[in-house]
């Protein structure tokens, strides 16, 4: 370590400082997003398998430079909304986030209890209410170092979905020609989906959560100098940065890969092409493809819901209280932190509350991924212009290859989702 003009930096093997990268990527596989693949393999097969290949790089580039912005700054995308964008804009782009979250948020506990009900019979109500109150509980009173180390093991749950892949029948061949060379259409149920697939493999609550745990973990690990002022160890941050991220994302997109190759290896070639949830995905698979395929791809649904939980109710939170100036952060305390813990427990007990309605959050899971589409193109267009501008960056603004990929993987979500705004006019 060295300390400069009164704070510490910490340096060395960019690989001893996985985490951010590693855990959102994690995150991005919840079992809202494992219910949309399992839809999608279902329906299309192995057709839509080319949207998790093309939006691998796209997914790095934006996740990275939301890693950037938090490190740079030291304060996350939230933050930077309300110091250089109109208090209504930084506060409409907050709000639709924030709803999007305590929806996906609800999805995500009516998945997990509906799943452990299959395995352990109980009402799933009551499954709800206890994961509700366990995350919240777990977020409060952990301690940030055991928080995160618990969240890094949670990542392997993620294996369970690559071992149902090698233990039902898949004709690799065909994955390989629709990866390559994939069948597109202009069908307005074909471009929802793959609207429906990016959605589910860029989302908004990724952003602003790699961004601010980068401000976490910079904490943490006593070096809480934001970039900005001390440029000197910006290359070793950047590379730590990017490996963290393609690491991260790298597992995100095979573990969502395998969860496709599964579902359409059994049940669109059984005929069975409409999913709901993650909890039919796995009921659907004990009929198929055995008990043992179905215990696994429960229990990933279980483990990725864990670990997801806390990753939307704190983003959520971590917005709403950069955007109103509260003191934010798992590194204090809830006295002087209490709005956003506050925050954090109000997120969870409205998605609580979502799966007590007559409206089921899990039967438009496939419609929230589509919303996720939606809301990701004013944000990440938001996000790619305050990170070209020096008063937001200093002399630390994007380099044009990666400035180039984040404009791209903006230009691609919205092209998607003009071609099916326009696919249902036409």
Known sequence: MDERMGRMTVTGPPVRRLGPGLITGACNNDPSSVGTYSQIGAHYGYALTWTLLFSYPLVVAIQEVSARMGRVTGCGIAGNLRRHYPRWLAGALVALLAAANVFNLAANLGAMGAVLRLLLEAPPLLYVFLFALGSVLFEIFTDYARYLGMLKWLCLSLLSYVLCAFVVGVSWS?????????????RPQYLIAVVAALGTTISPYLFFWQAQ????????????????????????????????????????????????????????????????????????????????????????????GLLALPALSASAAYAVGELLAWRVGRGHRTGPAKTFYAAIAAATALACALNLTPVNPMRALYWSAVLNGVIAVPLMTALMHLSRRKAVMGPLTLPPGLSALGWLATLAMACSVAGMAVSWLF
């Open 174 to 186: 065909d994955v390989a020609r629709a990866l390559i060379w994939p069948e597109l259409s202009a």
């Open 213 to 304: 745990q980068e401000v976490e973990d910079a904490r943490h690990l006593a070096c809480a100098a934001p970039l900005f002022d001390s440029s000197e160890h910006a290359p070793n941050e950047f590379a730590r940065i990017r490996l963290d991220t393609l690491t991260g994302m790298g597992i995100s997109s095979a573990v969502a890969l395998f969860i496709v190759i599964t579902s359409a290896s059994t049940l669109h070639a059984h005929g069975v092409t409409t999913i709901q949830t993650a909890a039919e995905a796995a009921e659907a698979l004990r009929a198929i493809a055995g008990r043992f395929t179905f215990v696994v791809f429960a229990l990933g649904i279980i483990g990725a």
